[in-house]
């Protein structure tokens, strides 16, 4: 699967709301910020990532790890997008990479999965409260 501009959570105004109202997951090398999206939208997850200048000082680094992540996320987004769509949902996602060290490829697939999975799971549980 491909990582479409229109999965991508660009606008200021929607990630203003995300931080006001969302809900927060940690989950070591990621803090993830999501919120239900109340509008129908394309996708079922509209994505952002984050890599703190505080953590990681190189802007050619943190690039690279923002290269990574969504890698990760586009080969593993599968098992999510397929719950939410099951459950005719949407939402809006921020991933901040909170390690100060920089991660093989191979590290971070394996967290990207085991968040996807929590998250998925999460969001299951969320709607039989």
Not at 63 to 81: A, G, M, Q, S, V
Not at 89 to 105: N, W
Request: proline content about 3%; glycine content about 4%.
């Amino acid at each position: 699967m491909k990582f479409r501009k229109s999965e991508r959570l660009c606008s200021r105004k929607s990630i203003g709301k995300l931080f006001a109202g969302g809900n927060s997951l940690f989950h070591y090398p990621f803090r993830v910020v999501w919120l239900d999206a109340g509008r129908e939208q394309p996708f079922p997850v509209r994505l952002a990532v984050s890599v703190p200048r505080k953590r990681i000082r190189k802007a050619v680094d943190r690039n690279r790890i923002k290269r990574l992540i969504r890698e990760t996320y586009r080969l593993n987004k599968d098992y999510l997008y397929q719950n939410l769509q099951r459950q005719n949902r949407s939402i809006e996602l921020m991933v901040i990479y909170v390690a100060g060290q920089e991660y093989d490829f191979s590290y971070i697939n394996n967290k990207m999965k085991e968040l996807l999975k929590t998250l998925s799971d999460d969001q299951n549980n969320q709607d039989i409260v």
